[in-house]
């Protein structure tokens, strides 16, 4: 095989994996839209794909400039690489061209990129941090308004997290690499540099510590969410010793940064090693030594003084925390929402009767193609052409080609309860049973919705929903139409201020008919059906009354309840007792 002949068959594998990568992408992000779309929710897609492109992008661009720039700077220490090469019996050296040295540490700087791509922040604390959610209260210490603690420092904490994770691993990925140079060697005498080894250093050792400085603005915050007091109560201490023992922190170790800086830069580097035990040795005596000491040396009737305007504080922020009154804070407080079951039917038999010809109930998993819909299912409609080659490549579903798939059959995915509640209101924690009601004959799954935050500060934290939360506030009741997967969202009448900027940003996340069917939803359903009732009826009603006590009396004997199949055989009886005569 000639050179060119292998430089088409490799340009050829190319193109053919660019178009199967490519094609597989443009598929699935058609199909999520139209799932979206299905719902009613294409501006929660817009949000969701919006958000997700500016934290990838953004990220991504950051990651990848931070370590080819580090990369690079390393590779222009080495001065001429060469590869040993042979020449008939001679050896000889052949430098590396540049380029290629280069190339090789972009394409290393997208593997790191790629391993820090996981610490990214989750596209619903931006979406949440962008809504513009206001409290209108504010804390008593730093003057923010709660929602502050509540919607944008769970964004910056994960921003934080991931800025560390790529500064630590870009700088220890440039020394494991320098000590593979000359410039970086250990000798009998100890550690030798270069100048460029110890400049490159310098600077990163700076970032690392300007990145720590962020970490002490961070724990300030984090005193108010929870203190160091019994039962994380935010205590005397750390208000007149912590709060300024941090922000003493951040201003030594943003001087610090400075002085290795450039100290390192010069050469001096017993002075960064002073500066960086300083910072250590202030931070131990700030965080540990002068907090026990404040303690140790307090009398405990004065410690019980000091501490009773800051229970007061976390009292009252409690109950702003949970409920909108007194009553309501207790009962949730006492009942304490935990992770339970998924469904009050503990019936295996009567579980698997709710889920006949359902599409969505909790567990339910695969994708369902209704060829001919009857009722208004919540699912792409299938089409033809490419958009039925779309959603074949995308759920990697090729029997969708067939011709014996209708056109206006419809595609249901996501059909477990929690996770289409899920996709459709992502910023609320779910309840913790999902609970299967009737309004008149049709099944429905009903899920609770909260405003939750474990960032809310001054309250007391509680376990709910198999979480710690220190806000947890009713903010919608979900409906799942069993038999259209459909999803219907009722607000709370008096929602929290993130409910309401929700709601309000997504007009479609509430659903108008929702409150009025929640109301009315039983846990039978129909009732049994007097025989008065019955004479004056029509055929079709008729035959849909014996239906329903039908299906009643299945029901009933795969509960194995005899009570219920009595009541429905007596009242199909006094159904059609009248109706014969």
Partial sequence: MTPSTRRRLLVGVVIAAAILIGGRAASALYADYTWYASLGAAPLWTERSGDLLLIYGIGTVVAVLLAFLNLSALGRSIGVLTLPRRLANVEFGEAVPRKYIDRFAFVLAIVVAAAATPALPAWTSLAVARLGVTFRESDPYFQHDLAFYTTWLPFEKAVYTWAMVLVVGVSVLVVILYSLTPGLRWERVGLRMSAH??????????????????????????????????????????????????????????????????????????????????????????????????????????????????????????????????????????????????????????????????????????????????????????????????????????DLLSDSVPLRARLVTVRDVRNRVRALAPVFAQGSIVEPLFHADTLYWKLELYSASANYPLSQHFMLAGEERSYFRHAATALVNARTARVMIAADPAPDPIAQSWMTAFPNAADYRAPTIARELTTTPWSPIASDSAGGRGDSTFRAAVTRLYNRMRAALAAADLKAFGIAYDSLGALIGPARK
């Fill in 197 to 398: 080894v110890r400049r490159h250093l310098s600077v990163l050792a700076a970032l690392l510590l300007l990145i720590t400085m962020w970490s002490y603005r961070l724990e300030s915050y984090d005193l108010l969410i929870k203190g160091t007091g019994e039962g994380g109560i935010f205590s005397y201490v750390d208000h007149q010793w912590l709060l300024p023992g941090l922000l003493l922190l951040s201003i030594a170790t943003a001087a610090a940064a400075i002085t290795v800086l450039l100290s390192g830069w010069t050469g001096q580097l017993r002075t960064s090693f002073v500066a960086v035990t300083v910072i250590v040795l202030l931070s131990i005596s700030v965080q540990e030594i002068i907090p026990w000491m404040v303690q140790r040396f307090t009398p405990h009737d004065a410690q019980m003084v000091r501490e009773r305007p800051y229970a007061a504080t976390r009292a009252d922020f409690t109950r702003r925390a949970y409920a909108p009154n007194a009553a309501t804070y207790e009962a949730l407080r006492k009942s304490g929402v935990s992770a339970a079951l998924d469904s009050v039917v503990s019936d295996a038999a009567s579980r698997q009767l709710l889920r006949q010809d359902s599409l969505a109930y909790p567990g339910a998993r695969g994708l369902v193609v209704v060829a001919d819909p009857q009722l208004d299912v919540a699912g792409q409609r299938l089409g033809d052409g490419f958009s039925r080659l779309g959603f074949a490549w995308a759920y990697q579903a090729f």
